[in-house]
Antibody
Framework: QVQLVQSGAEVKKPGASVKVSCKAS????????MHWVRQAPGQGLEWMGW????????NYAQKFQGRVTMTRDTSISTAYMELSRLRSDDTAVYYC??????????????????WGQGTLVTVSS | DIQMTQSPSTLSASVGDRVTITCRAS??????LAWYQQKPGKAPKLLIY???SLESGVPSRFSGSGSGTEFTLTISSLQPDDFATYYC?????????FGPGTKVDIK
């Protein structure tokens, strides 16, 4: 069965960076885009960007351009999201989410069928 | 960016009720809309995509409709497991954006 297992909670100081991992299993990791979505406490959902695990290509929401880096290690079926220059309003649960479409079949759909369990990142001095 | 709004923000209903949630986009998004259900402390779950296509394994009491700028999610007969928050998401253009959510709670 498809599983996305994320790394554990993090506490960071303002100005620091955080790197969240998302280990995929149960499907061909390079066959599906991976997205990152975050949710501030008690708030709604915010899309951050995607990575094509096959090519390494990325697309980031403009809001995060220059601060976010999405990478992958295909040898261990793991995607990463690194956010730098953290601020207090970056405190949120960060989710990885698999794109619904397989790259070979339909390319990319931009909606998400499997999600990680979430990683709480707290930014506090 | 395309702004998504949802109404109502909170909905109180009873088991067996028919429930309708509305999602509006600030510009036309054709049928590029998905609906998700989220329970406290859990990741969202995909219910509907392309405005009206039911995701595999989702009960048929969930349905979606609409196109352009106005969309609805309907639960034909609310079940105890359906008390949750529902979000719409547009994927017509970058950045993909979500509505603020509609919380369905017990009347």
């Amino acid at each position: 069965q498809v599983q996305l297992v994320q790394s554990g909670a993090e506490v960071k100081k303002p100005g620091a960076s955080v790197k969240v991992s998302c280990k995929a299993s149960g499907y061909t990791f390079t066959g599906y885009y991976m997205h990152w979505v975050r949710q501030a406490p008690g708030q709604g959902l915010e899309w951050m960007g995607w990575i094509n695990p096959n090519s390494g290509g990325t697309n980031y929401a403009q809001k995060f351009q220059g601060r976010v880096t999405m990478t992958r290690d295909t040898s261990i079926s793991t995607a990463y999201m690194e956010l730098s220059r953290l601020r207090s309003d970056d405190t949120a649960v960060y989710y990885c989410a698999r794109d619904w479409s397989g790259i070979a079949v339909a390319g990319v759909s931009y909606y998400f069928d499997y999600w990680g369990q979430g990683t709480l990142v707290t930014v506090s001095s | 960016d395309i702004q998504m709004t949802q109404s109502p923000s909170t909905l109180s209903a009873s088991v067996g009720d028919r429930v309708t949630i509305t999602c509006r986009a600030s510009q036309s998004i054709s049928s590029w809309l998905a609906w998700y259900q989220q329970k406290p402390g859990k990741a969202p779950k995909l219910l509907i995509y392309d405005a009206s296509s039911l995701e595999s394994g989702v009960p048929s009491r969930f349905s979606g409709s609409g196109s352009g700028t106005e969309f609805t999610l309907t639960i034909s007969s609310l079940q105890p497991d359906d008390f949750a928050t529902y979000y719409c998401q547009q994927y017509n253009s970058y950045p993909f954006t979500f509505g603020p959510g509609t919380k369905v709670d017990i009347k």
